[in-house]
């Protein structure tokens, strides 16, 4: 008995937002070098009034067609997400009951970002056994595009919102989960952050004001802020290091996995890890193009796109791995 990914079902906002939009507001910004190292061509932007439970709920009840059983055998819903509806109560108590699913049904949110489906399998994975095997449905979903200076060349070219759901079964027969490990680098932090909005910095006049960095973006202390160089740098050295350690650990060679499915940080970044594992370009998903860089959603959405293209099959060896906000890495060996 192992832990299958049963399904998965996806939802992204309808307004999309193209790089000729982006060309027309800002005339200064080299839209043919972003496209070439971003790989973003367009990406699904929510709403004012449109927030990742929204989306979440889509992709659920989506899913839920499918699987109308699981309504009522869910032993949980995780909900990872950086973008709550609200300080508090947790966006998957709110999904349950948009969902109307039984009280005996275990909700709760956690806040990672891009590495948040790796980590949330894991999570599952352990919990499985405590809630007598009953299936669990991960939600991934998150609205970025509410932290992002719309001056903001590094991070609004790169970033689309949108939301995942999967459901996870306890399958007789499947392997599941063969390895997984995640990491943090927590003296990072700094690298990936928005410094203010929250209790350690409140919102202020001060916290709102523009300020515009030696590159020419414009932000404030509520807008995400992301260090570039330093978030390559760190996926070039640890991604790699940490692929490689579950490979061997495993018996595994490089052309053991049939699909590798890492988080889609941006062009560059897929480009450099393929190069750097020396993997077959055939084997690693790349689906940014139209809807960017979705955060923890990434993966169950490229993975979801490679099973409606016959790309990823039961039976299969599947290498999954997130990296960002955190610092925060993981990677598991799957069989599908």
């Keep these: 008995m192992g832990l299958q ?61 499918r699987h109308p059983e699981a309504r009522t055998s869910l032993g949980a819903v995780l909900f990872c997400t950086q973008s709550q509806d609200y300080i508090m109560p947790p966006n998957a108590c709110l999904l349950h009951g948009r969902l109307n699913l039984p009280e005996p049904v275990m909700a709760l949110d956690f806040t990672l970002a891009c590495s948040g489906y790796v980590y949330g399998l894991g999570m599952a994975g352990g919990l499985l056994s405590v809630l007598g095997n009953k299936p669990i449905l991960l939600v991934n979903a998150d609205t970025y595009s509410k932290y992002i200076h719309k001056q903001d060349r590094s991070a609004r070219v790169l970033f689309g919102d949108g939301a995942a759901a999967s459901l996870l079964v306890c399958q007789e027969g499947c392997r599941g989960i063969l390895d997984l490990e995640c990491c943090t680098a927590g003296k990072k932090h700094d690298c990936f952050i928005i410094p203010a909005g929250g209790c350690r910095t409140p919102h202020s006049e001060q916290t709102v004001a523009e300020v515009k960095d030696t590159s020419g973006n414009i932000r404030t202390a509520e807008n995400i802020h992301m260090n570039g160089f330093e978030i390559m740098s760190f996926v070039s050295n640890r991604i790699p290091e940490q692929v490689n350690r579950l490979l061997q650990r495993n018996g595994l060679k490089r052309e053991d996995i049939d699909l590798y499915v890492f988080h889609q940080a941006s062009k560059l970044a897929l480009d450099s890890l393929t190069r750097l594992l020396k993997l077959d370009p055939a084997r690693v998903t790349q689906n940014l193009t139209n809807i960017g860089n979705t955060v923890s959603a990434s993966i169950p959405i490229a993975l979801k796109e490679a099973m409606d293209k016959g790309q990823a099959k039961r039976g299969q060896k599947m290498l999954l791995c997130g990296f960002g906000v955190g610092l925060s890495w993981a990677t598991a060996i799957i069989e599908f």
Excluded: F
Aim: proline share 3%; with cysteine; net charge negative.
């Design 5 to 65: 990914i049963q399904d998965i079902e996806c939802a992204l906002p309808d307004q999309v937002v193209t790089n000729g939009q982006l060309r027309q507001e800002n005339p200064g910004w080299d839209m043919a070098l972003i496209e070439s190292k971003a790989g973003v061509y367009q990406r699904h932007i929510a709403r004012a009034d449109e927030t990742a439970l929204d989306l979440a709920t889509q992709a659920c009840e989506r899913l839920l067609e």
